[in-house]
């Protein structure tokens, strides 16, 4: 049975940092391309950042420069560093992981305000 569990969102003021988790079991998660998208109330689900099995990264534009994205295979895990963060970043954060199939977490939410 494929998981995968985000965790990290929370209440953030603009300008702070967030670091989200997805912990990822049930698949060879070394081989599978993952990465976030959001979901902000209204809005459609879109991609944020992906990771490829060999490490290399694309970002939305909306979020170069600020988020990062970063992976690790011996513990299964990928995250995202989101740091500047402003209110248009609030959305629940969403894993997914990719190769074959398409698998999804249940999502985090982060909110941005003050």
């Known amino acids: 049975q494929v998981q995968l569990v985000e965790s990290g969102g929370d209440l953030v003021q603009p300008g702070g940092s967030l670091r989200l988790s997805c912990a990822a079991s049930g698949i060879t998660f070394s081989i599978h391309f993952m990465a976030w998208y959001r979901q902000a109330p209204g809005k459609q689900r879109e991609l944020v950042a992906r990771?490829?099995?060999?490490?290399?990264?694309n970002y939305a534009d909306s979020v170069k420069g600020r988020f990062t994205i970063s992976r690790d295979n011996a513990k299964n895990t990928v995250y995202l560093q989101m740091n500047s963060l402003k209110p248009e970043d609030t959305a629940v954060y969403y894993c997914q992981a990719l190769r074959n199939n398409v698998y999804w977490g249940r999502g985090t939410q982060v909110t941005v305000s003050s």
């Open positions: 990771i490829t099995s060999d490490g290399s990264t």
